[in-house]
């Protein structure tokens, strides 16, 4: 994208597995992100799927920089992230922030509401200490939340509430970009609607550029501008939300969209669903060639020999599959 905000290059991480009590020695490596190159333009939402244990989390974590990049790079606005020191990460992470997945973990227990908001405002000198009051206010409002309760404990509020909360503490320092990982999957189904239109109206409002981590397809779909899927550390396929859900090319997009329930009880019952044989095999010992092999329908002898790369397909698709135009 020619106005991006955020750039990876061939971004890894990977984590030493280490055995022994008294003789401690590395006996294996878990490539929990192995090689993603994708950007993220100004403004735009990119939904970011995939199973349990494919890295949509330590990708997250990796680009801001809470766990350090094993090779390639974190570019935001122009600045390498992976080069930084932590006084530079500091300044840098005013422009990017990030909203967790457990509302009941990601807020200090013993800190008020205003406590929770007023720090990063503080910290960070957003704006004089006469003006912190009027501003933890306006943070509220603007997720949905009264002014008068800001004096009340995290306990105090229910889960879509607490979401709320992390999502205004994330907005405390007018950021660029935000990170949200799974931030839904912890409610109630109405409450995620609540949540997800309230983050796609900050987005259109603020211009917000956001990278929406989740399961459900259905709900990237309803969010997202883009959507990245993700097995074993890797992107195999890329491109708008819609073309991506409603025809996907990748064979493991194929199989994540056939278990996207219907709400026609007769569509559901006499559609067929994709399943996929086997487990996903391990980040410590991937399979040669192209990970997805030995669970693909459509494998054959070269697929085991070759690691596809992300290349063009249909015009603003990138699949990552070397038999894709066979299939």
Do not use: W
């Not at 909360?165 to 007018?174: F, G, S």
């Amino acid at each position: 994208m020619t106005d991006s905000i955020l750039e990876l290059t061939d971004v890894k991480t990977h984590f030493p597995v280490v055995s022994g009590f008294v003789r401690r020695r590395q006996t294996g490596t878990v490539k929990a992100v192995d090689g993603v190159t994708l950007s993220v333009g100004r403004g735009e939402v990119l939904g970011l799927v995939g199973e349990s244990g494919c890295g949509k989390s330590t990708l997250a974590r990796t680009i801001m920089q809470l766990v350090p990049t094993t090779a390639g790079t974190v570019v935001l606005n122009g600045k390498n992230l992976s080069d930084c020191s932590a006084k530079e990460l500091l300044v840098a992470r005013r422009d990017l922030q990030m909203v967790f997945q457990d509302p009941y973990a990601s807020l200090n227990p013993r800190l008020t509401v205003y406590s929770t908001l007023a720090e990063p405002l503080i910290a960070h000198r957003v704006c004089p200490p006469a003006e912190v009051n009027a501003r933890v206010a306006e943070l509220m409002r603007l997720v949905g939340l009264a002014p008068r309760f800001m004096q009340k404990y995290p306990h105090e509020f229910s889960g879509g509430q607490r979401q709320r909360i992390a999502i205004a503490r994330a907005l405390a320092l007018q950021p660029k970009m935000i990170i949200a990982d799974e931030p839904v999957s912890a409610l109630d189904v109405s409450i995620q609607a609540q949540i997800l239109n309230l983050l796609s109206q900050l987005c259109r409002e603020m211009n917000l550029s956001l990278i929406f981590i989740a399961h459900d397809l259905s709900v990237v779909k309803h969010i997202s501008d883009r959507v990245a899927v993700m097995y074993l550390g890797k992107i195999v396929e890329l491109g708008p939300a819609a073309d991506v859900i409603e025809r996907p090319r990748h064979p493991y997009t194929r199989a994540l969209v056939s278990a996207i329930p219907t709400p026609d009880p007769d569509l559901e019952r006499n559609r067929q669903r994709i399943v996929l044989p086997g487990d996903p095999p391990s980040p410590i010992n991937p399979p040669v060639g192209c990970a997805f092999h030995p669970r693909c329908p459509y494998a054959q002898e070269k697929c085991k020999a070759v690691v596809p790369p992300l290349i063009p397909d249909t015009p603003g698709r990138e699949v990552a599959c070397i038999r894709i135009k066979e299939i």
